[in-house]
Nanobody, 126 residues
Framework: VQLQASGGGLVQAGGSLRLSCAAS????????MGWFRQAPGKERDIVAA????????YYANSVKGRFTISGDSAENTVYLQMNSLKPEDTAVYYC????????????????????WGQGTLVTVSS
């Protein structure tokens, strides 16, 4: 099983980026796909999550109205569209996958996610 995250880069404040997470190696139909981020010296926190194949999405308060998570089941890829980026969004972004029954116990708990991508760096300059 592999999650391959990509799309990070350097962008000015107010700009946009789209992250991609390509999943392979198994069927993820019963999984929740999440994006986490970790800034230097800080904990890895959840940013957004979505149930594979549709369903409601979750967003951290800090990104509501600016970020959108979506999935393409045909491509087995999850996206994170990030608009109106701020310097405080600077972090390494990780995609993760966890079984619904595990993630339901705590959407933001890293231990509830079974698979992780390698991370992609997003840097927002002021």
């Amino acid at each position: 099983v592999q999650l391959q995250a990509s799309g990070g880069g350097l962008v000015q404040a107010g700009g946009s980026l789209r992250l991609s997470c390509a999943a392979s190696g198994r069927t993820f139909s019963s999984y929740v796909m999440g994006w986490f981020r970790q800034a230097p010296g800080k904990e890895r926190d959840i940013v957004a999550a979505i149930t594979w194949g549709g369903g409601s999405a979750y967003y951290a308060n800090s990104v509501k109205g600016r970020f959108t998570i979506s999935g393409d089941s045909a491509e087995n890829t999850v996206y994170l569209q990030m608009n109106s980026l701020k310097p405080e969004d600077t972090a390494v972004y990780y995609c993760a996958a966890g079984e619904r029954r595990s993630v339901q116990a705590g959407l933001g708990a890293r231990s509830n996610y079974e698979y992780w991508g390698q991370g992609t760096l997003v840097t927002v300059s002021s």
